[in-house]
């Protein structure tokens, strides 16, 4: 019997045109820009661990929340599958501010920093801003080279 994976969230607060998105100041993917979000503690929902990661790194609470994809990680020598889960919101409170883990940063749609995000993001990132609901699975050999991926939109998760 293999490793359970491990639950992660990662959520991205929108505006018409505009995506939130935080430089990773340390830690698992320092010095890129990513959505918010982490692990998932015990006891709480998957939902729930993506509103209080998104609070604890941006200072930004989530009114309504929608889950739009699933993507597995798998890394060369690591036993144990990260399965993200990915929101979006539309509808939150309160202005991005700095944390000791992030620096937020509105980016236009067109103007997204692939190059300085993980080597996946440009390959999921138009069913995310095309607001389909996905799923995805990445194989990686370190941290920048993709070894295998599928991506596959669907009507539910």
Same mark, same amino acid.
């Given at each position: ?64 929340i929608e889950e739009v994809g699933r993507i597995d990680f798998? =890394?060369? /020598?690591?036993? *144990?599958?990260? %399965? ?6 539309? &509808? =939150?409170? /309160?202005?991005? *501010?700095?944390? %000791? ?6 980016? &236009? ?10 080597p996946d993001d440009i390959h999921w990132f138009p069913y995310l801003l095309g607001n389909k609901k ?24």
């Open positions: 019997m293999g490793v359970p994976n491990k639950l992660l969230t990662l959520v991205f607060a929108r505006q018409p045109g505009k995506l939130l998105l935080g430089m990773k100041k340390r830690g698992f993917g320092e010095g890129r820009w990513n959505g918010f979000g982490g692990k998932v503690e015990k006891g709480e929902t998957i939902e729930q661990g993506a509103r209080r990661e998104m609070l604890e790194e941006s200072c930004v609470t989530v009114n309504t798998e =890394f060369v /020598g690591e036993e *144990q599958i990260l %399965e993200v889960h990915v929101f979006q919101t539309h &509808d =939150f409170q /309160g202005q991005p *501010q700095e944390t %000791e883990e992030m620096q937020p940063k509105w980016f &236009d749609i067109d103007d997204i920093p692939y190059s300085k995000m993980w996905f799923t995805a699975y990445f194989k990686f050999e370190g941290m920048d080279k993709i070894l295998e991926q599928t991506i596959e939109e669907v009507k539910t998760l």
